[in-house]
């Protein structure tokens, strides 16, 4: 069977659980490699990385995880007060709803692409002010490189799954070595139907995904992590490193490719599928953009899209 990651939907019913019974999904925290720490759920990548000036944050996750989202940060045996640097992948609320919060407490500076940055200011303008919803004070743009103490921080645009997604590429120190990790922004190819790109009005979407993905194919990472903890293995990792603590299955310089080669095929051949007539996307709401859009296929076979791979260690 070809290796696939879950890069389509995520289950209504899956959702309510998690939203409801946010406990059930609460995973202790750890380290990944040198000043480098995981502070999600079992959802959602969320990232910590020690600079030994100030705490760099990667994503804040759901409203509803807030409290194990700081816990995990305490546990870890910081101080959530120190987070001097909190950059988010994309605008979606599943990344950003403990953002103000946090802010609140630390006066941390936040981060965000310019085009996610503007639609969410757009939003408060509309609507009011939100839980989820903040103005990012700084708007990056491709290219721009970020330092607090030991960590640079490189942002470079991935388009696609939202206008302003972006992906951060950052050095984790390790006593004497030096490892480059990435965080790939959102690699979920549910935006890419033609009937969501018509709904959010994002009709570039499909075209940019593709035109960036190549740029990176190539780019040397030692760290790949996922916004969404199954589509960097997160948990598996964690479970076979603690089985064997002599092994680190997180360092692996051919994953990064691994992964983006997989995304593209899976959403080449989701554009076979709609121009075939086999996919759709159904709605679980009226906002697209809250909505949990979900491609599903019209020739038996289940769920495609959705697939999860085995983990695979060394």
Not at 25 to 38: K, S, T, V, W
Not at 39 to 52: F, H, K, N, W
Not at 151 to 164: E, F, L, Q, W
Request: hydrophobic content about 35%.
């Amino acid at each position: 069977m070809k290796e696939r990651l879950r890069l389509d939907f995520m289950d209504h019913d899956y959702f309510l659980d998690l939203s409801n019974n946010p406990e059930k999904y609460y995973q202790e925290p750890f380290r990944i490699a040198g000043n480098l720490y995981f502070i999600g759920s079992q959802e959602i990548g969320c990232y910590l990385v020690d600079s030994g000036e100030g705490l760099i944050v990667f994503d804040t996750g759901f409203d509803f995880s807030a409290s194990q989202f700081i816990d995990s940060i305490w546990r870890l045996g910081f101080d959530p007060r120190d987070t001097k640097m909190i950059f988010h992948t994309h605008n979606h609320h599943d990344h950003t709803a403990v953002t103000k919060f946090l802010k609140r407490l630390s006066g941390a500076t936040t981060y965000m692409g310019k085009a996610d940055a503007e639609t969410m200011k757009e939003s408060i303008a509309k609507n009011g002010p939100s839980l989820c919803e903040f103005v990012p004070d700084v708007e990056t743009l491709d290219g721009d490189e970020f330092t607090l103490g030991n960590c640079t921080v490189k942002c470079y645009d991935t388009p696609g799954h939202s206008k302003g997604n972006q992906s951060f590429f950052f050095n984790v120190t390790e006593g004497e070595k030096q490892y480059i990790a990435a965080l790939h922004g959102g690699l979920g190819i549910n935006t890419l139907h033609w009937n969501f790109m018509q709904k959010t009005g994002y009709l570039s979407a499909r075209e940019e995904f593709f035109s960036w993905i190549d740029r990176f194919n190539d780019w040397k990472v030692d760290i790949y992590l996922g916004s969404h903890v199954i589509q960097g293995y997160m948990i598996e990792k964690w479970k076979y490193r603690n089985e064997h603590p002599d092994e680190n299955p997180f360092i692996d310089p051919t994953e990064w490719k691994r992964v983006l080669t997989i995304a593209k095929e899976m959403a080449e051949e989701m554009v076979e599928d709609e121009k075939a007539g086999r996919v759709e996307v159904v709605y679980q709401g009226e906002d697209p953009y809250k909505a949990y859009p979900k491609v599903v296929r019209h020739d038996g076979k289940t769920e495609v899209y959705e697939y999860i791979p085995r983990h695979k260690t060394k």
